[in-house]
Antibody
């Protein structure tokens, strides 16, 4: 069974940083791209970015809204992906989901990030 | 960016009746491989999105055959042949042919 479990969310002040983790199982992590998405309260889905597999150089793509502030990385030895979020803004408040493949064939349940002073 | 426009934004249906959701992309989603990068997701209340349809008309593993997808150029349609209680939620279309990956606004289906 494919599973993705996000962790690391919480309450953080504007301007601070937070790192989210996405622990996975049930599929060949090393051969898969991993994506991050978010959903602000009461809003729709927003793609944030993805990281390709090692075979594709672990290259990354990002949405303009997070380019330069957020960084996606991966650790194939632990089947875990990460989302490093810097210079957080109040508008980054959302539930953050990781997904397998660029479009998210499978999604985790998400972790809530609240940015507030 | 490729804009994805869904209609309607809200849909009230009677159980057992059909339902249809449209999604229009601002550009072609046809890849040189011959595949069209259009996906449909359902987000049930309190749940993460789940993939229903990939590449326009392919049902994902475990998805009921009551769901079907079709396309005409840049116009895409998701049809539910007979709506059931478990189909309530928000439906999203999504394109992955070009970054940024973009979603439609979502269509809320309710009874």
């Amino acid at each position: 069974e494919v599973q993705l479990v996000e962790s690391g969310g919480g309450l953080v002040k504007p301007g601070r940083s937070l790192r989210l983790s996405c622990s996975t199982s049930g599929f060949n992590f090393g051969n898969s791209a991993l994506s991050w998405f978010r959903q602000a309260p009461g809003k729709g889905l927003e793609w944030l970015g993805f990281i390709r597999s090692k075979a594709y150089g672990e290259t990354t793509e990002y949405a303009a809204s997070v380019q330069g502030r957020f960084t996606i990385s991966r650790d194939d030895s632990t089947s875990t992906a990460y989302l490093q979020m810097n210079s957080l803004k109040t508008e980054d408040t959302a539930v953050y989901h990781c997904g397998r493949d660029p479009g998210g064939t499978y999604w985790g349940r998400g972790t809530l990030v609240t940015v507030s002073s | 960016d490729i804009e994805m426009t869904q209609t309607p934004l809200s849909l009230s249906v009677t159980p057992g009746q059909p339902a249809s959701i449209s999604c229009k992309s601002s550009e072609s989603l046809l890849h040189s491989s011959g595949k069209t990068h259009l996906y449909w997701y359902l987000q049930r209340p309190g749940q993460p999105p789940q993939l229903l349809i990939y590449e326009v008309f392919n049902r994902f593993s475990g998805v009921s055959d009551r769901f079907s997808g079709s396309a005409s150029g840049t116009d895409f349609t998701l049809k539910i042949s007979r709506v059931e209680a478990e189909d309530v939620g928000i439906y999203y279309c999504m394109q992955t042919i070009r970054v940024p990956i973009t979603f439609g606004q979502g269509t809320r289906l309710e009874f």
